[in-house]
């Protein structure tokens, strides 16, 4: 019988590290192969991943709550099947330091022996730490336990994060005697206590970030930072969507598909991508170019308890209004339950966010990158309209609040506006919307 150690793989685009939402098995368990063995939770999805042996678990290394990095061993299963080939049984010097990280190896596969010769400690630049560290809790415990200083070290994760490989390089880069003094106790927590007590305010408390959370803080923090935003604001009357739509809900209802107005704006922001291709793009600054995407792949912002969620529809301008709406809401349904395919929310190339439903009317939605635009969807308000032919003759009129916001490298206003006014035809006539897609 032999311990194979089960590793973190990479189970998202270019994932560095992942978090354990939940373990399906404890320590003494037997398990099968192919059963659910843990949930994993990356910046931009939540997987279930399965045991590839059949065994009883020895060890749970990585606990609920705790973040790892891809290659890390997680769980120590003993088995008498075969070992998966990409996979190797654990060692002794493994399973007495499970948790020490590997030594041989950096991000990318790179030979810490190698890298060793590159850097001179005496030259190393530090990371701009204008803005804050970017690393995980995990990662802060280890620099605190390796008495290490974050802002000396800069981050090779998926988002410019410290992970803990980038730690154990600057360690042995620098050597024992330059090691930075680090408190052992984050100073931040018994400051701003003191001076909450001082200002007379109540008690507070701390609450460790869901995995979802932070991935979206990071998101929007680059976006802010990076992109300089452009937002333009509009309307558009829509009685004919209105009862176009109410015209074709019972007949969407007997396909088992829910028709909302989500539907007509991903297909009419799908015809504005095509025919503005800019908008269907994203930038490489490094290399001073436009990257124009073939696929209109069209993300649509979910709210839910665990946080925010960008799935797309793939090649949304290829695809019926009633197939939009019926993967609308098997994505919506499949975030609430936690069983999302991670490749739904990956290559999307334009963005929808909508706080219409919420009672919501302008905004200023912020990019999703690496994209170049998000069109943000308000409240359909009953309100005034003037008959441009006629100003005299004044109606009440049904109108959609329109918010877009797009990358002032990539965009300019002109170019932006004529966009939304080919938006704004699309939604105005459901019938010439249909005709186009």
């Known amino acids: 019988m032999s311990v194979y150690a089960f590793k973190l793989p990479d189970v998202g685009e270019g994932m560095a590290e992942g978090t354990i939402g939940k373990w399906y098995v404890h320590e003494g368990d037997s398990i099968e192969k192919d059963a659910d063995l843990v949930q994993i939770e990356n910046d931009k999805s939540v997987e279930d991943l399965t045991s590839p042996v059949t065994g009883k678990v020895k060890q749970i290394i990585v606990h609920e709550g ?21 996979a190797k049984p654990v060692t002794s010097s493994t399973m007495s330091e499970p948790t020490k990280a590997k030594e041989d190896k950096l991000v990318g596969d790179s030979e810490v022996s190698d890298v060793k010769l590159q850097v001179n400690p005496s030259k190393r630049v530090p990371q701009d730490h ?20 974050l802002t000396q070290i800069k981050g090779t994760g998926n988002h410019g994060q410290i992970i803990k490989a980038d730690v154990d390089l600057f360690l042995s880069s620098q050597g024992e005697n330059s090691k930075k003094i680090v408190p052992q106790q984050d100073l931040r927590e018994t400051s701003s206590i003191a001076g909450a007590k001082q200002n007379g305010f109540g008690g507070m408390h701390r609450e460790k970030m869901s995995s979802v959370r932070l991935a979206t803080a990071k998101l929007v923090s680059q976006s802010v930072q990076e992109i300089p935003h452009v937002t333009l604001f509009d309307e558009v009357v829509v009685d004919q969507l209105w009862n176009h739509r109410n015209k ?59 946080g925010l969620f960008m799935p797309n529809i793939k090649n949304a301008d290829q695809i019926s209004m009633f197939e939009i709406a019926k993967q609308i809401k098997d994505h919506t349904q499949k975030i609430a339950d936690g069983s999302l395919d991670p490749t739904v929310t990956q290559n999307g190339t334009i963005a929808i966010t909508n706080i219409g439903s919420i009672g919501g009317g302008y905004f200023t939605p912020i990019i999703y990158r690496p994209e170049v635009a998000i069109l943000g969807i308000g409240k359909i308000t009953s309100q005034p309209i003037v008959d441009p032919t006629d100003p005299e003759n004044i109606k009440i009129g049904k109108v959609l609040k329109l918010s877009l916001s797009v990358d002032h490298r990539a965009i300019d206003g002109a170019t932006a506006q004529k966009a939304l006014n080919r938006l704004k035809e699309l939604l105005n006539n459901p019938e010439l919307l249909l005709m186009e897609g």
Do not use: C, W
Not at 75 to 86: G, M, N, W
Not at 130 to 149: F, Q
């Open 66 to 86: 705790d973040t790892a990095s891809v290659g890390d061993p997680l769980i120590e299963i003993e088995t008498e099947s075969a070992v998966p080939k990409d």
């Open 130 to 149: 204008s803005l804050p560290v970017l690393a995980m809790p995990s990662v802060r415990a280890y620099a605190r336990e390796k008495r290490v200083d």
């Open 248 to 306: 074709f809900k019972a007949m969407a209802a007997d396909k088992g598909v829910h028709l909302t107005f989500m539907p007509y704006i991903v297909k009419a922001l799908a015809i504005v991508a095509k025919e503005f291709p800019i908008f269907n793009a994203s930038l490489d600054m490094d290399q001073h170019e436009i990257i124009y995407k073939d696929d209109i792949n069209i993300g649509i912002a979910t709210d839910t308890d665990r």
